[in-house]
């Protein structure tokens, strides 16, 4: 089993709809991080969080330390949101990254 | 302010070959650490470089070795080459300044014939 799991694996919607994705992992952490990455490779960090919401324009991280849960939302989503998005795990926050499988998202006009 | 910077951006190398591959950390970062991502995978962590040396390896056998100079810049080394090397490679630093937050590079990709 990966330490660290998203769903779904791929996600197609229409534009202007909330999308949800999730990651579950199964070890203890000190931070989780939200990524993305488009075609080409570039990987950008959206997120580290450790508790709580963060929120960055229209997109939205939660974590549930206890659950053990994290969530990313985005909003009026766009297009151009079209993208991987990846989960990924660290111990401590300058430690190495456990990544997620990532989730495929597809906005179509 | 630049961020991370890596080079080559494309490299095709033949089987057996060796490998050098460069990345520059963002300003006041004084860690850095590479990934692999193959074709439709995520990203498996190869080691991590901070203060001139390794701290953090993944499980990547010693065909992969790295280096960090005094100006922070990383070095990965891939000696013997396999197909199975080919792939995107990713350098990603971080330091206390930025709150641990790690910065991608925008990648190397590796192919091997």
């Known amino acids: 089993k990966n330490e660290v799991e998203q769903s779904p694996q791929n996600l197609t919607a229409q534009e202007g709809e909330f999308i949800t994705i999730n990651c579950s992992y199964s070890?203890?952490?000190?931070?989780l991080h939200w990524l993305q990455q488009h075609p080409g490779g570039g990987i950008v960090s959206l997120f580290m969080?450790?508790?709580g919401k963060k929120k960055h324009g229209r997109l939205i991280a939660t974590i549930n330390i206890q659950e053990k849960h994290s969530s990313l939302h985005i909003t009026a989503s766009h297009p151009r949101d079209s993208a991987v998005y990846i989960c990924?795990?660290?111990?401590?926050?300058?430690?190495?990254?456990?990544f997620g499988t990532g989730t495929r998202l597809t906005i179509i006009p | 302010d630049a961020g991370v910077t890596q080079s080559p951006t494309h490299l095709i190398k033949t089987r057996g070959q060796q490998v050098t591959l460069r990345c520059s950390p963002k300003?006041?970062?004084?860690?850095v650490s590479w990934y692999q991502q193959a074709l439709g995978q995520g990203p498996q962590f190869i080691f991590q470089?901070?203060?001139?040396?390794?701290?953090q390896r993944g499980n990547f056998p010693d065909r992969f070795s790295g280096h960090q100079f005094p100006n922070y810049s990383s070095e990965l080394n891939v000696n013997a080459l396999l197909l199975g090397d080919s792939a995107l490679y990713l350098c990603?630093?971080?330091?206390?300044?930025?709150?641990?937050?790690?910065?991608f590079g925008p990648g190397t990709r590796l192919t091997v014939t």
């Open positions: 990603a630093s971080s330091g206390l300044g930025g709150g641990y937050e790690q910065y």
């Open positions: 990924a795990r660290s111990n401590f926050g300058n430690e190495k990254l456990t």
């Open positions: 969080l450790s508790s």
């Open positions: 300003s006041g970062h004084d860690t």
């Open positions: 470089y901070y203060e001139e040396e390794e701290r």
């Open positions: 070890v203890g952490i000190s931070a």
